[in-house]
Structures are given as structure tokens and as C-alpha cells.
């Protein structure tokens, strides 16, 4: 570990994953991380509970930022399975690409994948607003409950599969849309919200006239024999 000013400093090649984590949790904790060559370590600044700034210098693995509370992180780098899992509060930025599960049942905060994130991303979100800067893979917000997605890019197959009331916004093509999964009409406050959530995100430029807004059907929300199928 090294103190620079108001920067705490942590290199993974002479560090233990288990030193930096327990860093992150000391009681009353407080001021900004760097943390050095992650070499794709797991678990890499998970269950952060205090308003930190924590940046990651590489690619990570599986769960970083996971149930994130109140901490800004930024991975500048690409991340595996289950970024941002179950994150609260706060933000998660990944310069790189996201692999599946992104984002993946997470009550709030906001999620930037700033290239692609792969299959299921924001699978079951609660409340989180997710950006991808690129493509997003199959069934992503697949039965998402709450929050906002935003892709930038283009959709995979089953997009928002048995979706609840979160919102989609896709600005290039959908491969297919899932069950009870529908185009909506892009109202002047959807204008709005989408251009907030894209200058959340950095993406100032982006017209939102670009972009199709989905949602749910609400035809699968109390069950039908006639829908059995579709369940």
C-alpha cells in the first residue's frame, strides 16, 4: 500500500486481493483508491459501502463492484461475469467491454459499460439505470423489474424477455424482442429522461430522436391459460 496525498495506492503484484478488499471496508473509511494491475482478480472491490472514489487500472474478473453502496469505481479496462451485481448506489463505469450478466439485479446507481456488454445484461434489474455504449448480447433485461437500460448500439435476440416496468431505450436494431416485450412510444418526457440519463453517461451528443423506447405489454402480468406458451 502507498499514501499519496489524498490517494490511497494499491498494486495487485504485491498486494493480497484480500488486503485491498478489507481497505475498502475499514470502518469510516473515506477519500480515493487507485488500484494497479487487478490481473483479472474476482470479487475486486466488492460490497463497498461508503462514498469512495476507487479506480481500477486493468481488467478485472468475475463480480467486480458487486452490491456497490455509495462508491464511484471506474475499471478502465474490461470486466468478466456479473459487474455491478446487485449494486445499490453509486456508479460503475467500465471503459471496456462487460461480460454477461452486467449489471444483473441491481436496485440503483447507475452502470456505464462504454463498449459492449454481453448476453443477459441487466438481467432482473430493480431500479438500476444501465448505458452501454455499444452492443448488448440475448435476453438482456430479461424479467427486469424497475430502472431505466440504455443501449447505444444494437440488441441481441429476447430483448427484454417477461419485462416488468423498466424502460429500454435501443438506438440501433433488435434482433428479436421476448415475451410480452413491446415498441413504445417515445412521449416528450422520455425524451427527457433519456437525455438525462445519456449526459449522466457522458454521451452528450446523441439525438434522442435516434433511439426506440420498449416496455412491457403487461399482457403476462396475471396468468392465462391462453398464455401458457409464453411463460
Do not use: W
Not at 452486467?102 to 462504454?114: I, Q, S
Not at 417515445?186 to 426506440?212: N, Q
Amino acid at each position: 500500500m502507498n499514501t499519496l496525498t489524498d490517494t490511497t495506492t494499491f498494486d495487485l503484484q504485491s498486494s493480497t486481493l484480500r488486503e485491498v478488499n478489507r481497505a475498502l471496508h475499514v470502518p469510516g473509511v473515506a477519500g480515493a483508491f487507485s488500484i494497479r494491475n487487478p490481473r483479472g482478480a474476482h470479487a475486486l472491490a466488492a460490497g463497498v459501502n461508503a462514498e469512495l472514489e476507487i479506480s481500477i487500472e486493468g481488467h478485472v474478473g468475475y463480480y467486480a463492484a458487486g452490491m456497490n453502496q455509495q462508491a464511484a469505481i471506474t475499471i478502465a479496462g474490461n470486466a468478466g461475469v456479473g459487474v455491478a451485481e446487485n449494486m445499490m448506489s453509486g456508479s460503475v463505469r467500465v471503459t471496456g467491454n462487460a461480460s454477461q450478466s452486467a449489471g444483473a439485479t441491481a436496485h440503483g446507481g447507475l452502470l456505464v459499460v462504454e463498449g459492449d456488454a454481453a448476453a443477459r445484461c441487466g438481467i432482473s434489474m430493480k431500479g438500476v439505470d444501465i448505458v452501454v455504449g455499444g452492443d448488448v448480447g440475448h435476453m438482456s433485461a430479461f424479467m427486469a423489474q424497475a430502472g431505466r437500460l440504455v443501449v447505444r448500439g444494437d440488441a441481441g435476440e429476447a430483448l427484454g424477455d417477461s419485462i416488468y416496468e423498466t424502460r429500454i431505450y435501443v438506438r440501433g436494431s433488435v434482433a428479436s424482442l421476448g415475451a410480452d416485450c413491446t415498441v413504445k412510444e417515445m412521449r416528450p418526457e422520455h425524451h427527457e429522461e433519456l437525455a438525462a440519463l445519456l449526459a449522466a453517461a457522458g454521451y452528450l451528443e446523441d439525438d434522442t430522436h435516434a433511439y426506440t423506447r420498449y416496455g412491457s405489454a403487461r399482457q403476462l402480468y396475471h396468468f392465462t391459460v391462453d398464455n401458457a406458451d409464453s411463460y
